[in-house]
């Protein structure tokens, strides 16, 4: 079972990023996932959702600008956050995982990084 994130990279504001999740163990397609973020001297926090039937949920601070998807095909587990008009505030390392989080899984992440 692992998590592995790609996509980040530094990007101008307003510009936008895809990150993709790389979910290994068929655990992952019957849970809800989560895109977390956590900005340098801040707590992790909950940026987006899915549930493994489609639906979705976001923080105030990315709705209408962030939206997350799932590819639940037979031999892949991905989920997506697609990422538009990034503002300063998004700088961060993102990580994906279950909704609630089990703690042994957090990946490496990946850093996106918002320049002005």
């Known amino acids: 079972v692992q998590l592995v994130e790609s996509g980040g990279g530094l990007v101008q504001a307003g510009g936008s990023l895809r990150l993709s999740c790389a979910a290994s163990?068929?655990?992952?397609?019957?849970?809800?996932m989560g895109w977390y973020r956590q900005a340098p001297g801040k707590q992790r926090e909950l940026v987006a959702s899915?549930?493994?039937?489609?639906?979705?949920?976001?923080a105030d601070s990315v709705k209408g600008r962030f939206t997350i998807s799932r590819d639940n095909a037979k031999n892949t587990n991905t989920i997506y956050l697609q990422m538009n008009t990034l503002r300063l505030e998004d700088t961060a390392v993102y990580y994906c995982?279950?909704?609630?989080?089990?703690?042994?899984?957090w990946g490496q992440g990946t850093q996106v990084a918002v320049s002005s």
């Open positions: 995982n279950a909704l609630p989080a089990w703690d042994a899984y």
């Open positions: 163990g068929s655990i992952f397609r019957i849970v809800t």
């Open positions: 899915i549930r493994p039937n489609g639906m979705t949920n976001y």
